[in-house]
């Protein structure tokens, strides 16, 4: 029997934290995967664990228990160090604050993942002007933040995630301050990025988002709702 190897495999995994002399269970015992170039929305209600499933799938977050393997790699296995290298190389964030450097250009915000990378500065001019131009922001590439709409913001904060081309995009509620419209465009655009090969996984509390994503997996008080 062949086996099958997924993109992402989520095993017997756990997160507690402790308040005070409480225990707070986060997650509780997730198994489930997640396959290349698969577009999946993380569905729950606030306070239901998803966030923080994401920053453990994003190698953020150290599990209390269990592993999370990425290409069949323990992530949790790998030294600070290294986690740092693999999210570097392997994965965009997207944040629901955008958290964008207020007094960076939009071109500029977008150059900050490859300062680690050692591209040439000509290279990186060439590459952040590529996504900004994919994001629909040719225009205002030497605006700041504060000059931009809050859809205009998200689709830098899109630009700076995939500019150094990562195959796993995780995005935290990015349509989270938008409006209806916008963030459809929002969604259409990770859309289109996962056409093109990307596997994107999306945190969200709104259900109309389900319909841009090929699966939903969805969160409760901490577990895997099948």
């Known amino acids: ?103 960076l250009t939009v071109l500029e915000n977008v150059k900050l993942p490859m300062a680690v990378t050692g591209t040439k500065k000509k290279l990186q001019d060439r590459m952040a002007r590529e996504v900004i131009d994919r994001v629909g922001l040719t225009a205002k590439s030497l605006r700041l933040p504060d000059q931009l709409s809050g859809g205009e913001q998200e689709r830098v904060a899109i630009a700076r995630a995939i500019v150094n081309k990562p195959p796993l995009i995780l995005a935290d509620e990015p349509t989270g301050n938008l409006d209806s419209k916008t963030a459809g465009d929002i969604m259409m655009l990770l859309q289109s990025l996962n056409k093109d090969g990307h596997t994107v996984i999306v945190v969200t ?6 319909a841009y994503s090929d699966r939903t997996i969805r969160v409760q008080d901490g577990e895997y709702m099948a």
Not at 45 to 50: E, I, L, T, W
Not at 205 to 210: A, F, G, R, V
């Open 1 to 103: 029997m062949t086996q099958i190897d997924h993109l992402i495999e989520v095993r017997g995994l756990k997160k507690t934290y402790q308040s005070g002399d409480t225990c707070i269970d986060a997650i509780r015992n997730m198994d489930f995967f997640i396959d290349d170039a698969e577009f999946i929305t993380l569905m729950g209600r606030s306070g239901s664990g998803k966030s923080t499933l994401l920053s453990i799938m994003g190698a953020l977050n150290h599990p209390t228990q269990g592993k999370v393997l990425v290409d069949s790699l323990d992530i949790y296995a790998l030294t600070a160090e290294q986690r740092a290298d693999f999210r570097s190389e392997y994965i965009g964030f997207i944040f629901q604050s955008f958290q964008l450097i207020p007094y």
């Open 205 to 210: 509390h709104n259900p109309d988002m389900e």
